[in-house]
């Protein structure tokens, strides 16, 4: 038992010496095997509250760490997991923290956040659009974001496909933002989950230089405005539009290939292949006029657009 008691100190009096306790665990475990359900099961419990404790000390400033069964930590972790579709079995959320914005910079960022929320709120009608959003980047790159704001090399990382600007992943679908996340040596990938602001979007072509609304009418810019994979919030409204609320650090297979392949539909048409120019002269016995004429012009819009595209070179 004394023993035991010299283990319990040394637990309680360091957080770096855990290899030099496991092995004093283990010797204990050698000399007398009724020791573990009694004494060295509660020693191992609070030992990976101690590992887990030091791997999350960079969080730990300005930030809670939420734990299972809290009401918040259960719907993110659920969020995300459902929303990675064949890679959230394989996943494991590690850890999520909350953002308690307790600095007075930090403060400052919520009260221009809900006031540029208020503002947007006027100028759309009554709606701001508000969305949550992940964003996925390093530990370092994050505890810089909830230290100090987005900055320009930020906007640099994302290759600017979509314009210069920050681009978020809608919260129900996490997976644009987890292909391009780095693993950390620790094996742990890390994303923020955000609040924002995006107004009135616009669309945004791939290959856009776009760097603000195209007009006043617009806030935020859209990958599809039906079925959006990317948010896109302009450098100059990164630190106003944008709210990050929580860390979540999770483990995954570090080979992510194979795992967000798109199941190609095996359902084929049963009705007869036609020309579209044919179909629409037989829509034509049964619909009005101005119905036809409209089809007609959206049928021409679109292989216009399309020829446009080809020449382009980008996708369709």
């Not at 887990?52 to 000390?57: A, E, Q």
């Not at 290959?207 to 806030?219: A, C, I, K, L, V």
Request: charged share 20%; with cysteine; aromatic share 8%.
């Amino acid at each position: 038992m004394k023993s035991n008691m010299g283990l319990k100190i040394l637990l309680l009096n360091t957080h770096q010496n855990i290899p030099y306790i496991i092995l004093q665990i283990t010797k204990a475990l050698i000399a007398d095997t009724r020791m573990i359900k009694n004494q060295l099961f509660p020693i191992a419990k609070v030992l990976v509250r101690v590992s887990v404790m030091i791997n999350f000390n960079h969080f730990n400033d300005g930030m809670t760490r939420l734990f299972e069964g809290d009401r918040v930590h259960d719907l993110i972790k659920q969020r995300l997991v459902s929303g990675l579709g064949l890679l959230g079995k394989k996943a494991t959320v590690v850890a999520i923290h909350r953002n308690t914005y307790s600095g007075v910079l930090q403060q400052a960022r919520v009260q221009s956040f809900q006031i540029t929320a208020k503002a947007m709120e006027k100028k759309c009608g009554g709606d701001a659009n508000l969305k949550f959003g992940w964003y996925g980047g390093t530990r370092d790159e994050i505890c810089e974001i909830m230290k100090h704001g987005f900055s320009a090399p930020m906007i640099d990382s994302s290759c600017r496909l979509y314009g210069s600007g920050i681009y978020l992943s809608p919260d129900n679908s996490p997976v644009e933002c987890v292909k391009k996340l780095n693993v950390g040596k620790d094996g742990l990938r890390h994303m923020m989950l955000c609040r924002v602001i995006l107004g009135k979007a616009e669309v945004v072509h791939p290959g856009s230089d776009q760097y603000h609304p195209s007009s006043d009418e617009f806030d935020s810019g859209m990958d599809n405005l039906s079925s959006p994979k990317k948010y896109i919030v302009w450098s100059a409204h990164m630190n106003t539009h944008i709210l990050p609320e929580y860390v979540i650090s999770f483990r995954a297979p570090s080979n992510l290939k194979g795992y967000f392949r798109t199941p190609e539909s095996t359902r084929t048409p049963t009705s007869p292949w036609m020309p579209f120019p044919s179909l629409i002269s037989a829509l034509s016995k049964f619909l009005p006029p101005t119905t036809t004429k409209l089809i007609i012009k959206y049928y021409r819009d679109h292989r216009v657009s399309n020829s446009i595209r080809f020449v382009a070179g980008t996708s369709i």
